[in-house]
Each structure stands twice: as C-alpha cells, then as structure tokens.
C-alpha cells in the first residue's frame, strides 16, 4: 500500500531524510578539510531550511565503549559524526544527548546532556553563533571521551540495549521533540547473544531470526542510524558477518517502527 505524499507519516519521513541527509553534507564536508566562513555559512543555511521547528530534533548519540573505540582512526570517525550532528541540533535548536556504553543499558557513561539554543535577531546573525557553539560542546564531548571508556566494563558489549534507554529518554523529552538515534558501534553484540566469532558468517536469515529474538521498544516516526558495523582496527571481520550484522540491525529499527533507518559500516555515512 503506497502512502500519499500529503499524509502525516509521508512529511514526518521526507523530514527525517532531510534532517539525516543534511548531517551527511555537513560530515562530508567537514571531512574535506573544512570550509571558508561564507562556505560554512551557506552550508549551514542550507541546514536551516530542513529545520521543522513544530518538532525540534532531540539528538541522542550513543557511542560503543568498547574493543577499538579509542583507536585513532577509529575515534576520529566517530567524532566527525558526532560534530556533524551537534551542528544540525544546534542549528535546528534541538536537544542533544551523548553517552559511552559498554556491557548493559545500565554500564554508560553520560558525556554531554543539554538543549541547544542560539541567540541571535535574525536567522545569520543565529548561524554566526554555530562555530563557537560547536566548538564549547565538542571541547566537553571529547575531554570526557576517553575517561569514560576507561572506566567502562570491557567485557562485554550491548548495543542492542541501548534501544531501551532511547525509548526512556525520548519518552522523558515528550512533545514535541522528533527522536534521531545514532548508534556507533563495531555491531558485535556479547551480551545476551554471540557475535563476537569473526569467522563465522551470518546469513540474512539467520541474522533476521536472530534479531526477532531481542526484545526492542516502539520509536514511532523516530530516525535511527547505526554506523560503523564491523569497523575495527586491524583485520576487519568477514563479508558475510558484516553483511548479516547489517540485516540484523536493519530488522531491529524495522522493529521499532521508526520512519527512517540507515545500517552502515562506514562512520562517514552516518553524519550524512
């Protein structure tokens, strides 16, 4: 049954793929070595006109802990998504949450939680702000990276119950905030279920069987990104593990019900 584009989850949908889309362009070009000032600027107008300010995005970024989070490359992906998304929050004057887990829902670490806000009496005079806003945000967000980790549990991972907290935290938030979920993680679930066996494949099927079994909370409308399945540092795992983890995670967020869901092992792709 096709959906009409004038019906209310038609535009929630088109707005979720602009919203993702422009963080994207920001990632993209942020990765290009920068912008000049009125570069930066026409880019985050363009950020601007995706804004819906009935439903301010509410950001919740939720990085895995875990096994090469503080690889250089590694680390340095996951913050070019992170900066990415604090622009588009900010500029869409949205709330913005940021959290290091490790081997439960209950063993994260909370790195930044606030609303972001620029003042301004015009849209550029606001836009003029982004910089200095999402340089403070970033400087906290990255000091406390690190420490986080070392005092997370390395043992074991769950990305899969970090749908819970999302569900928790968005249900705190009410109205009229719009979830956007950014899950980083390599994937390799060990907690409740074995992932973590890189030479073994993992057929669609048995991924989809796999994630019916995994209990995962209702995110109506939400938009959900994981990034960076099978990302490791050194040799990276199987094809076909890569490729059942992307059909397993792909089936969770269809599971929730969200509007919009984007399953990748490149980082770069979920600040797109």
């Not at 009409?4 to 990765?31: D, E, N, Q, Y």
């Not at 606030?114 to 982004?130: K, P």
């Not at 399945?229 to 397993?248: I, N, Q, Y």
Request: proline share 5%; charged share 15%.
């Amino acid at each position: 049954m096709s959906v009409s584009p004038a019906t209310p989850k038609a535009r929630r949908f088109a707005r979720a793929c602009l919203f993702a889309g422009a963080a994207l362009i920001s990632a993209a070009l942020s990765a290009c070595g920068g912008l000049s000032a009125g570069g930066a600027l026409g880019a985050d107008q363009r950020i601007l006109a995706t804004c819906v300010a009935a439903t301010p995005p509410a950001s919740l970024i939720e990085i895995d802990g875990t096994g090469f989070a503080t690889a250089p490359g590694i680390e340095a992906e996951r913050m070019a998504v992170v900066e990415s998304v604090v622009r588009q929050t900010a500029i869409c004057s949205g709330q913005l949450r940021v959290t290091v887990f490790s081997s439960s829902s209950v063993a994260s670490t909370l790195l930044f939680d606030g609303s972001l806000h620029l003042d301004g009496a015009t849209d550029n005079a606001r836009l003029r702000r982004v910089p200095q806003l999402v340089s403070s945000v970033m400087g906290q967000i990255q000091s406390a990276y690190g420490p986080a980790i070392s005092k997370l549990d390395q043992s074991d991972s769950d990305p899969t119950g970090q749908y819970r907290l999302a569900g928790e935290w968005i249900a705190q938030l009410g109205n009229p905030y719009h979830l956007h979920l950014y899950l980083l993680t390599d994937g390799f679930q060990t907690t409740g279920i074995d992932m973590d066996a890189q030479d073994k494949p993992l057929s669609r099927s048995a991924a989809t069987q796999l994630a019916d079994t995994v209990v995962v909370p209702l995110l109506p409308g939400s938009t959900i990104v994981v990034a960076g399945l099978g990302r490791v540092a050194g040799k990276p795992p199987h094809s076909d593990l890569v490729e059942g983890m992307v059909t397993f995670y792909s089936e969770l967020c269809r599971r929730t019900q969200a509007s919009s869901c984007t399953t990748v092992s490149d980082y770069a792709a979920a600040g797109q």
